[in-house]
Nanobody, 126 residues
Framework: QVQLVESGGALVHPGGSLRLSCAASGFSLDSYIIGWFRRAPGKEREGVSCISSRGGSTYYADSVKGRFTISRDNAKNTVYLQMNDLKPEDTAVYYC???????????????????WGQGTQVTVSS
């Protein structure tokens, strides 16, 4: 059974940090591009970051550039999202998703991803 499981979400103060994890079971992540998305209450789902299958290429949304870092440990079948200097506007449910590479670079649109996790809540509040 193919499954992605996110963890690491929490309540944190503005300026704080969190590291989200996306662990795969039932398949090996090392053949997939992995993306992180988020959905804030009342807003559209937003692409946050993605990473190529071997980690050589990454993408960040402008809203998180310089604060978030995506990485992967294929030996652990896990992808991470390190989030620093968190802001209240980062509050959202964060999802990871897997995409089978098609040779067209890093997809930033959610509809390009085949597998999804259930999400983890990140709340940034004082």
């Amino acid at each position: 059974q193919v499954q992605l499981v996110e963890s690491g979400g929490a309540l944190v103060h503005p300026g704080g940090s969190l590291r989200l994890s996306c662990a795969a079971s039932g398949f090996s992540l090392d053949s997939y591009i992995i993306g992180w998305f988020r959905r804030a209450p009342g807003k559209e789902r937003e692409g946050v970051s993605c990473i190529s299958s071997r980690g050589g290429s990454t993408y960040y949304a402008d809203s998180v550039k310089g604060r978030f870092t995506i990485s992967r440990d294929n030996a652990k079948n896990t992808v991470y999202l390190q989030m620093n200097d968190l802001k209240p506007e980062d509050t959202a449910v964060y999802y990871c998703a897997a995409h089978i590479p098609s040779g067209y670079g890093l997809p930033t649109k959610a509809e390009m991803y085949e597998y999804w996790g259930q999400g983890t809540q990140v709340t940034v509040s004082s």
